[in-house]
């Protein structure tokens, strides 16, 4: 149980367009998700926190017109990267808290969106 | 506010040999403690947690980590570390500051020798 699946798992794109990566608890109803960023052999960035019905959380330093995060229902979240640039390219990764673990810090990952914008 | 340090930014051992990961916090009360392992390329798995009660954890794929409180260490061990342990690891406690954030260390690669 608690599988979090990430799509795409690869996406390359071309500087100034858009894209879009969807998070999804597959078995459970996850109140919140969690977006990260992570660099080369460089720990998680947490990017933004993300709750169903209502609008993310952004880190500080995190560019929320950049970053577009919708949390629609309890079983989805995306991340909407807009007008993407070179240095967006990266590794992102979403988590999922489950509705019965929230209160523990529990979390489920995905497995990761290679984003590289040329 | 709370922290996570892991001493070692990487380490390596040949494979047979034991192997202890050192993970220090710093949190107000009690905490929940977790180890987080990550292939390249790939997500986070939770390999074991510690919520409450005994101070030794047994995890998934032979690890198991000891709580102790007098020192504000959670280190992971394993007596025999296989080739395909390696990878990066990951210590990491719940945030305080709402949202249900977690804070996670900066992580320590493990290397494994044959």
């Known amino acids: 149980g608690a599988v979090v699946s990430q799509h795409p798992s690869r996406v390359i794109c071309k500087s100034g367009t858009s894209v879009k990566i969807e998070c999804r608890s597959l078995?459970?109803?996850?109140?919140?998700m969690f977006w990260y960023r992570q660099f080369p052999k460089k720990s998680l960035m947490l990017m933004a926190t993300?709750?169903?019905?209502?609008?993310?959380?952004?880190e500080q330093g995190v560019e929320k017109d950049k970053f577009l995060i919708n949390h629609a229902s309890l079983t989805l979240s995306t991340l909407t990267v807009t007008s993407a640039h070179p240095e967006d390219s990266s590794f992102y990764i979403c988590?999922?808290?489950?509705?019965?673990?929230?209160?523990?810090?529990?979390?489920?990952f995905g497995p990761g969106t290679r984003l590289t914008v040329t | 506010a709370q922290s996570v340090t892991q001493p070692d930014i990487h380490i390596t051992v040949s494979e047979g040999a034991s192997l202890e990961l050192r993970c220090n916090y710093s949190y107000g009360a009690t905490p929940y403690l977790f180890w987080y392992v990550q292939s390249p390329g790939q997500g986070l798995q939770l390999l074991l947690k510690?919520?409450?009660?005994?101070?030794l954890v047994q995890g998934i794929k032979g690890f198991e980590a000891e709580f102790k409180r007098s020192q504000s260490s959670f280190n992971l061990r394993k007596p025999s570390v296989h080739w395909s342990d390696a990878a990066e690891y990951f210590c990491?406690?719940?945030?305080?500051?709402?949202?249900?954030?977690?804070?996670f260390g900066a992580g320590t690669r493990l290397f494994v020798k044959a």
């Open positions: 990491a406690v719940p945030g305080n500051t709402g949202g249900f954030k977690t804070i």
């Open positions: 993300s709750n169903e019905g209502s609008k993310a959380t952004y």
């Open positions: 078995d459970f109803q996850a109140t919140t």
């Open positions: 510690y919520f409450s009660g005994d101070t």
């Open positions: 988590s999922a808290s489950s509705t019965r673990d929230r209160g523990r810090g529990e979390q489920y």
